[in-house]
């Protein structure tokens, strides 16, 4: 757990499936994270940036012409979309505890990044991500079911 100081996101990454975090440098570039605030208890899932070390998103970001609050600490910093802040419950300025967590398995990380596809800002993702969730869930009922009725099939024919 550690604390961010939560900043807006640059208006080209207003509908982007990611967050720029400081202080994750460890983390792999473009690794599913699973966020969640503690004040809040909500969780997101989305791609993460480093911050660590990228001076050109730095100096865009604290560009003075641009109107924004400059990022003084980077380390500590979060920059989210409007819509990734409203799901974690946090707002812009905000300084907030905020458990970062990434898939360490295979299989985590199909689920990790399945959850960010359907927690994405843009619905073109979300609709097939939960399209498929629900086509997988409806197959695992077919099989169920089809499996069932073979069983009860045999069983018939052996009492015969």
């Known amino acids: 757990m550690a604390r ?6 640059e208006k080209e990454d207003v509908n982007q ?27 997101v899932y989305c791609e993460m ?10 100096n865009d970001y604290n560009d003075p012409d641009k109107g924004r609050i400059p990022i003084s600490d980077p380390k500590s910093a979060l920059v989210a979309s409007w819509w990734y802040r409203d799901k974690l419950g946090v707002k812009k300025g905000d300084e907030v505890e905020i458990d970062v967590k990434t898939a360490k398995f295979c299989w985590c990380r199909f ?25 997988v869930i409806l197959g695992a009922v077919g099989v169920i079911l089809g499996i069932g009725g073979l ?10």
């Open 4 to 9: 961010y100081k939560i900043y807006a996101a």
């Open 49 to 58: 940036l480093s911050i660590d070390g990228d001076n050109n998103f730095l």
């Open 17 to 43: 499936g990611w967050v720029w975090i400081g202080g994750c440098g460890h983390l792999h570039n473009r690794s599913v994270l699973k966020l969640t605030a503690k004040d809040t208890g909500k969780i």
């Open 111 to 135: 689920l990790f990044n399945l959850l960010a596809c359907s927690d994405h800002p843009q619905v073109v993702l979300r609709f097939p991500a939960w399209l498929g969730i629900w086509s």
């Open 151 to 160: 069983i009860v099939g045999i069983i018939a024919l052996c009492q015969k």
